[in-house]
């Protein structure tokens, strides 16, 4: 069974920092890309990060480009955020999410599979 | 800036027939952006319902499908149920590993 576990929220002052994890089970961890996904308190969705399965394509949004860091640990299992200089509106609970890129010999792009989230708060 | 649209709420009566739609700010939403939907219920990770236009996730009841209308996307319930009633989100990848999420349309259910 597919699992992602996401951990590392918390609350923090602005300015501050933290590091999410997202530990990994059931499936080959180093085959996947992986993304970051998360959503402030009664808002949508919001594409954060992505990372391909060996590192070597690393991807951000705007509003986090710059402060934020994403990294895996094939070895470990894990996929990581390291949060930077937080902002009120980073607040959030942030999902870890599988990414598909192809099915079979035909290319799809989707998220299949998704952690419960970790929530981090911005607050003084 | 990219701006994926979606209407902010619907409302269908219970069996009834509801189609959300996903578009873009400027220009039309085509296979190419391998437009996905996802289902989120309150304090609920999203789950995946579609993907690839039209492909159901496993485990999805065929009263769900996707296509494309004029120039956006679009998920259709047919025969909606109580347990429908959620937040539904498309997104759309934009190439280059860059991926544009919807505000999300608030579906209810009476």
């Known amino acids: 069974e597919v699992q992602l576990v996401e951990s590392g929220g918390g609350l923090v002052k602005p300015g501050g920092s933290l590091r999410l994890s997202c530990a990994a089970s059931?499936?080959?961890?180093?085959?996947?890309?992986l993304s970051w996904v998360r959503q402030a308190p009664g808002k949508g969705l919001e594409w954060v990060s992505s990372?391909?399965?060996?590192?070597?394509?690393?991807y951000y949004a705007d509003s986090v480009k710059g402060r934020f860091t994403i990294s895996r640990d094939n070895a470990k299992n894990s996929l990581y955020l390291q949060v930077n200089s937080l902002r009120a509106e980073d607040t959030a609970v942030y999902y870890c999410?599988?990414?598909?890129?192809?099915?079979?010999?035909?290319?799809?792009?989707?998220?299949?599979?998704w952690g419960q989230g970790t929530l981090v708060t911005v607050s003084s | 800036q990219t701006v994926v649209t979606q209407e902010p709420s619907f409302s269908v009566s219970p069996g009834g027939t509801v189609t959300l739609t996903c578009g873009l700010s400027?220009?039309?939403?085509?296979?190419?952006?391998?437009p996905s939907w996802y289902q989120q219920t309150p304090g609920q990770a999203p789950r995946t319902l579609m993907y690839?236009?039209?492909t159901r996730s496993s485990g999805v009841p065929d009263r769900f499908s996707g296509s494309i209308l004029g120039n956006k996307a679009a998920l259709t319930i047919t025969g909606a149920q109580a347990d429908d009633e959620s937040d539904y989100y498309c997104?759309?990848?934009?190439?280059?590993?860059?991926?544009?999420f919807g505000g999300g349309t608030k579906l209810t259910v009476l």
């Open positions: 997104v759309l990848y934009m190439g280059s590993g860059i991926w544009v």
């Open positions: 690839s236009t039209n």
């Open positions: 400027s220009g039309s939403v085509s296979i190419n952006y391998y």
């Open positions: 999410a599988r990414e598909v890129w192809s099915s079979g010999s035909y290319y799809v792009y989707y998220f299949d599979y």
């Open positions: 059931g499936f080959t961890f180093s085959s996947y890309a």
């Open positions: 990372i391909s399965s060996s590192s070597s394509y690393i």
